[in-house]
T-cell receptor, first 116, second 111 residues
């Protein structure tokens, strides 16, 4: 079945460590996105990618990094520079025929990261 | 002030009731998404609409671009409809679009 997978579902790290969150899709979508969700707040865009080997910063990119070496994969690294990394992270993808956000987005199940 | 406002924040209903969730936005948009987030965190896209009305099963979404307002209706609500419903406005600012998310409406349907 086509879809988006994120792993792991729960992740625990010590402060000061970098951690990489996985996102894989087999929908043949061009565009992929990373969002962060905090309690009582709307989703906020971290990074997005419209095509392989290209990505753009979103609203809250500081302390994060991404890569897009393959169409189906868009991993997110939460670096030690991110001041408040504990959050729920959601990956999404969509068709890309024109502007990235024009099409319905398909979301993964999310990864809940806790940093202590 | 948030650019996308949802009301109510929390909603409790009895099974079978007709439910309305509202979304107002202050930016010019080209489309609006309605999303459903289940307790486990996974998000499903329900609708994307830029005018008029869309219907899928017991769910109906309407949008009035001039009034900058959208509504999500659930007819004959059921406990399995319990979830957080999120609206997101597609705003074209600068050279790229951007999705602006509301904070969500938490719906609980009691049997």
């Amino acid at each position: 079945d086509g879809g988006i997978t994120q792993s792991p579902k729960y992740l625990f790290r010590k402060e000061g460590q970098n951690v990489t969150l996985s996102c894989e899709q087999n929908l043949n979508h061009d565009a992929m996105y990373w969002y962060r969700q905090d309690p009582g707040q709307g989703l906020r865009l971290i990074y997005y990618s419209q095509i392989v080997n290209d990505f753009q910063k979103g609203d809250i990119a500081e302390g994060y990094s991404v890569s897009r070496e393959k169409k189906e994969s868009f991993p997110l690294t939460v670096t030690s520079a991110q001041k408040n990394p504990t959050a729920f992270y959601l990956c999404a993808s969509s068709l890309q025929l024109g502007t990235a956000f024009s099409y319905e987005q398909y979301f993964g199940p999310g990864t809940r990261l806790t940093v202590t | 002030k948030n650019e996308v406002e949802q009301s109510p924040q929390n909603l409790t209903a009895q099974e079978g009731e007709f439910i309305t969730i509202n979304c107002s936005y202050s930016v010019g948009i080209s489309a609006l998404h309605w999303l459903q987030q289940h307790p486990g965190g996974g998000i499903v896209s329900l609708f994307m609409l830029s005018s008029g009305k869309k219907k899928h099963g017991r769910l109906i979404a309407t949008i009035n671009i001039q009034e900058k307002h959208s509504s999500l209706h659930i007819t004959a609500s059921h406990p399995r409809d319990s979830a957080v419903y999120i609206c997101a406005a597609l705003n074209y600012g600068g050279s790229q679009g951007n999705l602006i998310f509301g904070k969500g409406t938490k719906l609980s349907v009691k049997p």
